[in-house]
């Protein structure tokens, strides 16, 4: 499943200052693990003790994964996934 | 340093008095790669809280799509302060993701919602370094149709 992914400026030393690069996967899990192979060090950045960080937003289209499976959401092809950190603070 | 029109200033501060005790929260938006700031959008502070700020995640895709649209990078992201000084937190710095950005913080905690004294300062975070710059009031960016 050919996937865009946007990454935020943050980000973008991973990708060598890409803002949208592809991925291919059928789960987010899978689209992670797979962007790791290409941008290693990335998934560290999204990933804690195997699970997505806190302050990580991860969008699959219009919807935040959080409400639709997280890391096992599911991706088709043509979806778009963006890759938003919180913004936050005290 | 930033520079900003005094008008945007007036904003922030206005905002913070609004809903003071809790946290505000917003982005000033202005096209990419001019550092200057020119439109101000107050955001919902989801966490409602007089000691923790979070814009809700999907006005957060909203907002950073909207910018995208329009060549926008958000300039200025800031918050208030509702009983300690205009200073960022370790939670501030922790979080802060934008490198670009200037962190403004305005404290609201000798006139809290009333007209009175307000501390509002600035600030690169990056790399979870703090560097505070001078405010500096311009006038705003033209738009030129």
Known sequence: ?90 | MLEIAAHLVDAMVAHARADHPDEACGVIAGAIGTDRPDRFIPMVNAARSPTFYEFDSLDLLHLYREMDDRDEEPVVIYHSHTATEAYPSRTDVSYASEPNAHYVLVSTRESGADQGPFELRSYRIVDGEITEEPVVIVDPVEHRE
């Open chain 1, 1 to 90: 499943m050919a996937i865009e992914v946007r990454i935020p400026t943050i980000l973008r030393p991973y990708t060598g200052g890409a803002k949208i690069v592809e991925g291919s996967a059928d789960s987010l899990a899978g689209l992670i693990a797979d962007l790791e192979i290409n941008y290693p060090g990335l998934s560290d950045r999204l990933l804690e003790d195997g699970a997505l960080r806190r302050f990580i937003n991860i969008y699959i289209d219009d919807e935040d994964v959080r409400f639709i499976g997280g890391l096992q959401a599911p991706l088709a092809d043509g979806n778009s996934v963006t890759i938003l950190p919180a913004v936050a603070g005290g």
